[in-house]
């Protein structure tokens, strides 16, 4: 199993080195229940008696190095159909955000494969890293206890944690728009004279606007097409044949309808329908590209109706950047996996008059088969 960096397999022995490196190491075992691992020996012990026996025990490799950076384990509950879950990530591998990525995966592996109903998790208070990240990830707090356990030499108060599959597969849905495409799903590469720009589309949600955006792309109506509108800060946009923003139609002819999903917004990198007003959508698009809010903002959304920004929404707009005041104004009906790095070259270029001064040109966009 895969996420964007990182794969979960199940623990061998060529892992012992990598495991004695962070179950030896003093801040790393910090928090955990068990004692840290004295020599090479009971590293070994703990891969073949431990990690090789618990079927849902997986090491966490990351994909860049090939090297085992942690583990990650369910503790089945038959009976109640529920997860409890526990990990722990070598130290220098820390505030990457590998956790966080490891978390949602296993989260969808429970909901989604393994069917269960609730999971579970506990922390030490101490320990607010850890419950950031699974506070991040919707395991709400069930509890507090004080001097609940006699560990290391102490008593240590634990907080404890769940998420149920309801609450879970609500918010998932939220969600979908950032997550990496699955194996066999169609994406799209859009070639620049700049670099690449790989595209999921959203075809549940925005089914128009996205057969007019396939249908024209495979009939190479976008090769040689400009982006005629560029914006630091805020978004790029294409899609006009004239590259005057005033050109371009559909497939059908004629204008044709907004696609509006409470689910789906104008996060940094969504792909949106360009518009002249309520359903005007023809050929041209944008991609966001602003990548913070002000405090100001955040603060305006926090304090906005919750139907319209709900907590979920306005926290990704803090974390991630966009374009919330087009939401509910344009489509998005797809979101860049890959190559922001190319967009924000391209809304980094010189302009004039909000037009590059040198072309920046869709070359063409092809339909790939995703294979991770």
């Not at 797809?334 to 809304?347: L, Q």
Request: glycine share 8%; with cysteine.
């Amino acid at each position: 199993m895969q996420s964007k960096r990182l794969i979960f397999r199940k623990f061998n022995l060529d892992d012992i080195d990598d495991v004695f490196e962070f179950g030896n190491d003093d801040e790393t075992c910090k928090f955990v229940t068990w004692n840290k691992h004295k020599n090479i020996l009971e590293s070994e012990k703990v891969i073949t008696d431990y990690f090789m026996k618990n079927k849902y025990c997986f090491a966490i490799v990351e994909k860049f190095s090939n090297k085992c950076i942690g583990s990650f384990e369910f503790k089945a509950d038959i009976k109640n159909n529920s997860l409890s879950l526990g990990y722990v990530l070598n130290k220098k591998f820390w505030n990457k955000g590998y956790m966080t990525e490891t978390l949602n995966f296993m989260l969808d592996y429970a909901f989604n494969t393994l069917k269960v109903n609730r999971v579970c998790g506990v922390h030490i208070k101490e320990n607010i890293t850890s419950g950031k990240v699974m506070e991040k990830c919707g395991l709400k707090v069930e509890g507090e206890f004080e001097d609940e356990e006699f560990l290391k030499g102490r008593y240590i108060t634990l907080i404890h944690r769940a998420i149920l599959r309801k609450n879970y597969l609500k918010g998932e849905k939220r969600m979908k728009q950032l997550e990496m495409p699955k194996n066999g799903e169609k994406v799209y590469i859009m070639k620049t004279n700049v670099g690449e720009i790989s595209l999921r589309l959203f075809n549940e949600v925005a089914p128009k606007a996205c057969e007019n955006f396939i249908t024209l792309a495979k009939r190479g109506y976008y090769n040689g097409v400009i982006f005629h509108r560029v914006i630091r800060d805020f978004m790029i946009q294409g899609g006009d044949p004239t590259g005057t923003g005033m050109g371009g139609e559909s497939i059908w002819g004629e204008s044709f309808e907004d696609e509006f999903d409470a689910n789906f917004r104008n996060y940094r990198g969504a792909l949106s329908m360009a518009n002249a007003g309520p359903n005007t959508n023809g050929s041209q698009f944008f991609i966001v590209q602003n990548s913070r809010i002000s405090d100001d903002y955040v603060n305006y959304l926090k304090n906005s109706d919750k139907k319209v920004y709900p907590d979920e929404v306005v926290e990704t707009y803090e974390k991630n950047g966009g374009a919330f005041w087009l939401d509910f104004k344009h489509t998005v009906f797809g979101h860049v996996f890959k190559g922001m790095e190319v967009v924000d070259e391209i809304a980094n270029t010189y302009c004039s008059n909000d037009k590059p001064v040198e072309d920046i040109v869709i070359l063409s966009i092809e339909e790939k088969v995703f294979e991770g």
